[in-house]
């Protein structure tokens, strides 16, 4: 944390005038952040220059993305709107890769009518692409049987994962393969997110290759994403160094065996913008019960369901005062329902300790990039925040607070 006469300051700029200039509840991204992110991922994979493909669905604000192009990165897509977003914004079809998820024949058509490239989940799937593009060429996304995440509701991988072709299939595969003359060249995985081990990573990677030495034409290997990030004090960081080291000359080895070079594609999402975020928020209610110092606030689970869905840790900072007494406190927000509350773990509610707030301080909610104001909602017929980013002691708005009129404008009334 950037911290001078005892504020907060994000991208040199006071977290409280930022709170000033543009409202709370307020999402702020630093951009030298994402930047940092996306080098540290390039360095870390040097040796084998692999696409990386960032997943949008972390966070689709449009000068995000642009941040993101503008580093090399790639595209992983899941929505139609997500691949249109992305092709206005500049990136070329064959930068993307569509991978769906219990997927029609509209999101196929659209893709194929664009360029884009699409990771097929299911048999099922298989042969409604090969319906629409025999002929044609496609990559699977297959479940390696294995599964790693921060809570059981980011396992995509394994026996409990409705993601992709179980990697016993192959026979079936080659079947509807030869079927509609489909060319295979790609093989993708992703086992969870928010992951913070190498070995899990290496794991499911062997599973992977292991699958790939049965098709014979692969052009690339997607090992997916799942790259995270420390938020609570006590984690420690994805060794991401090592991690990049060991996939890269296992993934070498892996091509002279298989007898010719190919390319490797990851996914991160959360890794280049989680911690790039931070939500101001404003104390508007300070009460207690006999179990808990209540400090409300004029957000809600609306805006950053990761702790409710979750059980997700975010660090609580006292914006407009650091340092100071510290309080064992609850952080809840302004939606009427009983867990909306931003200071929660795997068990329900926890304390969090931070300095003694007073009605009116600003308060800040860490490493909210990924995930947050992409799955915010307008609960309680309540908008959502705007969003600023920050460099250089500079801010510029990149998305406007919602008005009501944003609200109802699609309602049949």
Do not use: W
């Not at 052009?219 to 994403?225: A, L, T, V």
């Amino acid at each position: 944390m950037d911290v001078r006469n005892n504020q907060l300051h994000l991208g040199d700029c006071v977290a409280e005038g930022l709170a000033e200039a543009f409202g709370t509840p307020l999402y702020v991204y630093e951009e030298d952040v994402i930047r940092r992110q996306c080098r540290a991922m390039r360095e870390a994979f040097a040796d084998c220059r692999p696409d990386l493909h960032y997943a949008v669905k972390a966070n689709c604000n449009p000068t995000l993305l642009r941040i993101v192009r503008d580093e090399g990165m790639h595209i992983d897509a899941v929505s139609p709107f997500e691949v249109r977003l992305c092709l206005e914004l500049g990136f070329k079809p064959e930068q993307i890769l569509f991978t769906g998820n219990n997927t029609d024949e509209g999101d196929f058509a659209y893709c194929l009518e664009q360029g884009v490239p699409i990771n097929v989940g299911s048999l099922v799937e298989l042969e409604r692409y090969g319906r629409l593009n025999a002929g044609g060429r496609v990559s699977l996304r297959i479940n390696p049987d294995v599964g790693a995440g921060h809570h059981r509701h980011v396992i995509t991988g394994g026996p409990h994962s409705k993601f992709g072709i179980y990697h016993t299939e192959r026979a079936a595969i080659e079947a509807l393969l030869q079927r509609f003359d489909l060319t295979l060249v790609g093989i993708q995985s992703h086992i969870g997110t928010g992951i913070l081990r190498s070995e899990e990573m290496l794991q499911a990677m062997e599973i992977i290759l292991g699958t790939a030495r049965g098709f014979g034409a692969l052009e690339f290997i997607d090992f997916g994403g799942g790259f995270g990030i420390p938020y609570r004090p006590e984690q420690e960081a994805l060794p991401l160094m090592e991690l990049g080291s060991a996939m890269c000359q296992r993934f070498a080895a892996f091509c002279e065996e298989y007898g010719r070079p190919l390319k490797m594609k990851l996914e991160p999402g959360r890794y280049l913008v989680a911690q790039a975020a931070t939500l101001l928020l404003r104390v508007t209610n300070i009460q207690s019960t006999p179990a808990h110092m209540f400090v409300g606030t004029d957000s809600g689970f609306n805006h950053l369901i990761r702790p409710a869905m979750y059980g997700a840790y975010h660090e609580v900072v006292n914006a407009t005062s650091i340092k100071g007494e510290q309080v064992q406190a609850v952080v809840a927000g302004n939606i009427c329902e009983s867990g909306d509350v931003f200071t929660q773990g795997p068990e329900g509610i926890e304390h969090r300790a931070f300095t003694r707030p007073e009605v009116g301080h600003l308060l800040a909610l860490l490493d909210v990039g990924a995930y947050g104001m992409a799955i915010a909602s307008n609960y309680n017929l309540r908008p959502r925040p705007a969003e600023v980013l920050v460099k250089s002691g500079n801010s510029r708005l990149i998305r406007r607070r919602e008005t009501y009129d944003d609200l109802v404008m699609t309602l049949v009334r």
